[in-house]
């Protein structure tokens, strides 16, 4: 379709620019968080920033925690953890399965899973 | 006086039309299941960048806070935290966008505006996200990169579509223009 085409012409050397410049630094920066992300053995389980609970990657365990939605069920196996069940509409915690290093979030529900980063007061400066 | 009063009418029916088109593509994006978790296609931003390079900022900004509130209303999320990011993210890319728009648009064309648009709207949305909701800066960090560069592909496909449709309605009279507008 030749609009489509017109339309494609259209877009300017500094749209260009500027789309090159945007993907370097998300690139760059998943690169950067990919260094920072903290791996460990601790598996943090926050509620609206509330720490409620502290377990240990190499340790099975199911875990519940209740939020403003309800109750979401955390699961540590074979040193990784995922959301097994949440209240929340999208479920996007869920979605994301088994994590071993990083973090899980679930906003509707306010909870914060966390891998590692429990290097004593280490990351407590940072979020700070 | 009278003019000015028909001027004000017809802004308000492009309101109408425009916001009601907003809510369908909002209403159509979360019918289809995104490929991925963090996926969100922001097609209403189609609607907004039409309108803020067609009609002005007043005008997108208006659209962007009718369809947030009604989109709102009837998922049942009002003042949820899903409002809120909404709300933030919307109104923040609009306004940049206008400002965008604004300023610079000399340099960058619907494609280079959407990009602005798209990322003031994750950056707002993961700022809010943490100030609100998480408190902890290291879960944000960890996802804003990804976040960010799907961002430049919706922005980028919006800011396209957008474009071809500036494209289609410039091209064609008023009288046309409404039509084409009925059709799509």
Redesign the interface.
């Known amino acids: 379709m030749s ?2 085409r ?3 012409k ?3 050397i ?2 260009w620019v ?2 090159v410049v ?2 370097l ?3 760059s ?2 690169f ?2 990919r260094g ?3 791996t460990g053995d601790t598996v943090r389980i ?1 509620v ?2 509330k720490l409620i609970y502290r377990l240990s990657l190499s340790e099975e365990r199911t875990v519940e925690v209740r939020g403003p939605a309800g109750i979401t069920r955390v699961e540590v196996k074979g040193g990784r953890v995922r959301v097994a069940d949440s209240p929340c ?1 999208n479920k ?1 915690c869920v ?2 399965g088994w994590t071993e290093r ?4 679930c ?2 529900n ?1 909870v ?1 899973v ?1 891998i590692g ?1 429990d290097a004593e007061g280490g ?1 407590d400066a ?2 700070g | 006086m009278q003019k000015a009063e028909w001027m004000q009418s017809r802004d308000r029916l492009r309101i109408a039309i425009l916001a009601a088109y907003a809510i369908g593509l909002h209403g159509l994006e979360r019918m289809i299941p995104a490929p991925l978790p963090w996926l969100r296609f922001g097609l209403a931003n189609i609607i907004t960048l039409t309108a803020l390079m067609l009609y002005g900022l007043r005008v997108a900004l208006t659209i962007t806070l009718i369809r947030v509130l009604l989109v709102s209303l009837l998922t049942g999320s009002f003042l949820g935290p899903g409002f809120v990011l909404s709300l933030g993210g919307g109104v923040a890319s609009t306004l940049l966008m206008g400002l965008a728009s604004a300023l610079l648009s000399s340099l960058f064309s619907a494609v280079g505006i959407s990009l602005i648009g798209s990322m003031a709207h994750n950056l707002t949305q993961l700022t809010l996200a943490y100030l609100l909701f998480i408190r902890r800066m290291e879960p944000i960090l960890f996802v804003t990169p990804l976040i960010l560069l799907l961002g430049i592909i919706t922005g980028m496909v919006n800011g396209m579509a957008s474009g071809l449709l500036l494209k289609k309605l410039k091209g064609d009279s008023p009288e046309v223009k409404a039509a084409a507008g009925r059709e799509s």
């Open positions: 609009l489509a017109e339309t494609f259209e877009i300017t500094y749209d500027l789309l945007l993907v630094v998300s690139i920066g998943s950067l968080v920072i992300a903290s926050e609206g920033g509409p996007l979605r994301q990083g973090a899980i979030i906003l509707p306010r914060v966390t980063g990351v940072v979020s």
